[in-house]
């Protein structure tokens, strides 16, 4: 056997290698593409579940202003405060779950001018219909994430 002959039996494996490795590196990439990609799916819906609390609250706000600082007695009474019954129901969708109602109205007991600032309105529902933690929106407008109850 000459040199020549011991490379032309050594190339075919080392381009079987050389495709081995090349498939891994792609295989890599598309997982961390797919990853990334889910994540940024997750970020979307919990901004949508926070924009969702943020409408539904002006609905709420705008209500009250309109109406001597008394708050509605039902959610349902925002309907024209946010586009109409179409809008309400997309709104009270939650964009994590899909379920609807995926937020919760806890009117307050007196009127907004009597209603401490942070007082909880509206508070994303979990898939069980409770609270583990979600987005809340408060009377002063603002909304954020809570963590889930501990153990």
């Known amino acids: ?16 290698s050389v495709a081995l490795a090349i498939g891994a590196v792609v295989a890599l990439i598309v997982v961390a593409v797919l990853v990334v990609g889910f994540m940024g799916m997750k970020s979307k819906r919990d901004a949508m579940a926070a924009m969702n609390a943020r409408e539904l609250m002006i609905g709420v706000i705008t209500y009250t202003t309109d109406n001597g600082g008394a708050f509605p007695v039902r959610i349902e009474q925002i309907e024209p405060y946010v586009g109409g019954p179409a809008s309400l129901h997309d709104l009270m969708t939650n964009p994590r779950t899909g379920q609807y109602p995926g937020y919760e109205y806890i009117r307050p007991a007196s009127d907004i001018a009597s209603t401490p600032t942070a007082t909880i309105v ?3 529902l979990d898939e069980s219909g409770g609270h583990t933690g979600g987005v809340v929106a408060r009377v002063d407008g603002s909304v954020v994430r809570t963590a889930p109850a501990g153990p």
Request: glycine share 0%.
């Open 122 to 124: 509206i508070h994303e």
């Open 1 to 16: 056997m000459t040199d020549n002959d011991s490379l032309e039996h050594r190339e075919p494996s080392k381009r079987v």
